[in-house]
Structures are given as C-alpha cells and as structure tokens.
C-alpha cells in the first residue's frame, strides 16, 4: 500500500530550491562583479606598466611649459611624470585623479624623488629608475549593493628601469680637433716623455676629461660584470677618473650640432637620461691613471665591488713592474687574415707595432678598404670609444662639445719619465723585450720608444699612454652599433 505525503511537508522543497537559487543568484551578481574589478586592474597595470616605462625613458631635462624648474633632477622628474601621465591616460577609460595623497605609501626607500607634479610617481637618486602606482580608481559594482558592497577599489603599479647598451665603453680621454685624423696618438701624458705622440703636455692639460659619476642601478661595466655606482657630479676630481679609467663612464652621452640645446655634462649630474653633449677638460691629473690602468678601486661602487684597472683584466698578462701586470694583446691580433699584406712596409702577416701604424695609415689613405677587424676586437679590456672635441686643448678647465666617439684601441704606457727621454718602464702591448737580462735598468733614450724595456721596476706613477685611433667603418657592425650617441645607445625594461 502507498502511503501519502505529509501535509506538513508540502512545499518545503520549493522553498529550499528558491532560497538555492536566491544564494547562487547573489554569488552570480559578486562574480559579476569582481569581474568588472578584475578587468579594471587589469587595465590599470597594463597602464602603469606602460606608464613606468614612459617615466624612466622621458626623465630627461627637455624644458616644457609645465616642467620648467631650476632643480636639474626635479625638471626631469617632472617631464618623467607628464609623460607617464599621458600614457596611462590614454590606456584607461576615465583620467584618475591624480591629486591623490598619499597616492604610493608603500614606496619603497630607494626611490627619492617624487614628481612635483604627483605623489603617484617617483624615481631614484639618478632618474634611471622609475615607479608608477596608479590612484585609487572605484569601480561602481551592478549587485553588490544588496550585500552592502557598493563599489571596489582598483590600483596598480609598476617598476622600470633604464641601462646603457655600451656598458662603460666611454673612457674619459679627449681627443682634441687637430688629432682627428690620426691613426696614432697620444691619449694622456704629463710633463714627459719628450718624444713619439706623447711629447710633453698641452698647456696644462694632459688628454683626460673631468667626467661625473651619475650613478646607475643598472650599469654593467666594460669587461667586468654588473655594479651599480654611486652619484658624484663634484669633487675628488682624481678619484671619478680613476673610476672612469677603470670602469667606463656610467651614463649615457650625446654628441653636439650647432643649434643643439648645450647639455653640459657636469649641470645635467644626476639625470640618467640628460645625454650631456658637453664635458669638461682636466688638469692636475695627480696619480689617477695608475690605479684606473693597473690597481683597482672601489669607491664609486655602491655595494663595494672592487674594479680591478682597465688593462690588468684580460687573459693575456705580463708583468711590466713589481707587481703590476698588464693585458699584453697587441692590436694585430685583430686583423682580420692578409689585411694589409700588399702595403709597402708590410712583411706577410702584420705583427708589430711599426706595421700596424703603415696599415692604419694606408686604410686612411683609401688604399686598404672595408671592415679589416674581427668582432672579437670588442671584447679586448683595450678597446673603447673616446669623445672627440670640437677644437684643441686650451688651458685650464675648459667645456668642450663633443662632435662624434672615436673607437681606440689603447696601446704604449710609459712610466717615470725624465726630460731628457728616459722612462722606467716602456710597456707596448705584444713586443715585450727578450734581451732585457737586468729588469731593473732605466730604459736609454732609444730612437723608437714604443718597444718595451726596463721591466719590473720599483713602483712609480705612470707618465703617458698612447693609442690606435680607429674609424668606425674599420669594424664589423657587431661591435660598432650601438655608437655612443646613437638613439638605441639605452635599453628600457619593467623591473617590478
């Protein structure tokens, strides 16, 4: 027999699906939502990640009506600003309100320098990084309402950060307009020697350019791996060219033509971005080539990595003093097979320092043509790119344009030297002496200076250096692009 349902429970189950549905209606409306935030934060990261990239690539010093300040770090954390402002406008569908304060109170403590025209945006120290944090857009919600969620708060932020291409390929040596068209000559030198390139000074001052540190989170430096450096746009003039010597120049630079905006490079320190087309010359050198070449030195590095000098990396050492090696990698190692084996002068295979001079001089000349260097030429601790200067050497310290970057390949040095000739030591990368059977002799005053001799001396301060100057179209296009001042010279990425 079937029995009959319970009066008392009829329409319970209709009850329990209704308050079901009502549940999964509601749970429906908050998906509903908490999509439209999503989607909103979505579209604010998109625009802060974009915004932040904007930021680092625009803090420079290009003066506009809104950014027109006297504070060289504060007009290109503004112009950084504006520009991210505009493109995270563009990447959103309503503007923000960008008066909010405090608009980032979790910055972290590295960035310092908060756009005047923001708080949603800052930079570090030099400017090669930026952070942009969006403001706090609502998001009005459809049915959260009935739960008493009216509206949800949407923010984004991002890091990016800026980097030279050449990798402190920048040495800070002048090459004056009346050298321009050399194919060797003299990079520094002091008071003496008296003869080849490096015949006595130029009015006080010896070939080196008072060259800033700016600072960078992100500077990867010629031949020796990352190190981030610090600020130093004044003073201690002897200690930044060590560094410079030793490491490369830490920032960008650009090249002048007339009607260009001056940027001078030691007013734009600290703007990563400023691409200064004007430096100063240097004089009262002291001992700073040394240690830049030969020792090493650690104060312009920001977490103490000890740089060792220029020329004592590289894996081809000799001892040219008590305890100091040098890269022994002459030039001719890089000539590509028969370069220059028909110029007069030129025995088969060029291998002395004599021959390489008649090569280069012949390329000059148009006799030798085309690309005559390996690409492994760029990997050398002796190459590197030199400003050249818009007129000789005057006296004192004075600002000269930079009118284009000549490649070097850095050669001779020269040690104690005395007016009338004599040098300690006489260092040419690849002829090393073998006759020398007492190192501690003084060098004579030779006819031909560039072979070494009196190796292993007591310790004094180097006196010259000479170099190879090079053409750009000497070099296979690996290793000649990017150029300093060339646009691509910086790479932009999102760091956070």
């Known amino acids: 027999m079937i029995g009959r349902l319970r009066t008392d429970e009829r329409g319970s189950t209709l009850l329990i699906v209704a308050s079901s549905l009502l549940v999964l209606m509601g749970f429906a409306a908050l998906a509903v939502d908490w999509g439209l935030g999503t989607n909103q934060r979505r579209a604010d990261q998109n625009a802060s990640d974009f915004g932040a990239l904007g930021a680092v690539q625009f803090a420079n ?28 406008d563009l990447n959103l569908t309503f503007t923000p309100d960008w008066t909010q304060a405090p608009c980032d109170p979790n910055r972290p403590a590295e960035f310092t320098i908060v756009s005047p025209l923001t708080d949603c945006i800052s930079f570090t120290s030099s400017l090669d990084r930026a952070r942009v944090r969006t403001p706090i857009i609502p998001v009005n919600t459809q049915f959260g309402a009935v739960f008493g969620v009216t509206e949800i708060d949407t923010a984004a932020e991002a890091e990016a950060g800026a980097r030279s291409l050449l990798g402190g390929a920048v040495l800070p040596f002048g ?71 030793a490491a490369g120049v830490d920032h960008p630079m650009s090249t002048y033509t007339v009607g260009d905006p001056i940027v001078n490079d030691r007013a734009s320190c600290p703007v990563f971005n400023a691409e200064p087309n004007q430096v100063a010359a240097q004089t009262g050198i002291g001992s700073a080539l040394e ?67 008649l090569c280069l001089d012949a390329w000059m000349a148009g006799t030798v043509v085309g690309i005559i260097f390996d690409p492994d030429i760029g990997t050398s601790v002796r190459y590197g790119f030199a400003p050249e ?51 501690t002799d003084s060098c004579a005053a030779i006819a031909d200076p560039v072979l070494t001799c009196g190796l292993l001396v007591a310790s004094q301060d180097i006196a010259a250096l000479s170099a190879y100057m090079l053409q750009p179209d000497m070099l296979p296009a690996s290793i000649r692009q990017p150029i300093p001042a060339d646009d691509d010279q910086l790479a932009y990425n999102l760091s956070g």
């Open 61 to 88: 010093l290009d003066v506009t009506a809104t950014c027109n300040q006297s504070n060289v770090r504060m007009r290109a954390a503004c112009n950084g600003a504006e520009a991210a402002m505009t493109v995270v």
């Open 389 to 439: 200067l818009d007129r000789p050497f005057g006296p004192g310290t004075q600002d000269y344009f930079i009118e284009r970057f000549r490649p070097v390949y850095l050669d001779t040095s020269w040690f104690k030297c005395t007016a009338s000739g004599q040098c300690d030591t006489v260092h040419s990368p690849g002829e090393l002496d073998p006759s020398i059977s007492n190192p």
């Open 291 to 357: 240690p830049g070449l030969f020792q090493s030195t650690s104060a312009y590095s920001e977490d103490g990595t000890v740089i060792p000098g220029r020329l004592s990396r590289g894996g081809n050492q000799v001892q040219i003093k008590n305890g100091v090696w040098a890269d022994d990698t002459p030039l001719w190692d890089f000539l590509l097979p028969g370069t220059c084996a028909g110029v007069p002068g030129v025995t088969g295979q060029v291998d002395n320092h004599a021959e390489m001079e």
């Open 175 to 245: 090459i004056p307009s009346n050298l321009a068209g050399s194919s060797y000559e003299c990079l520094r030198s002091g008071a003496h020697p008296q003869w080849g390139p490096c015949a006595g000074g130029t009015t006080g001052n010896y070939g080196s350019l008072d060259v800033p540190t700016y600072g960078s989170e992100e500077f990867v430096q010629a031949n020796g791996g990352y190190v981030p450096t610090i600020t130093r746009c004044n003073g201690d003039t002897n200690g930044r060219l060590t560094w410079n010597i």
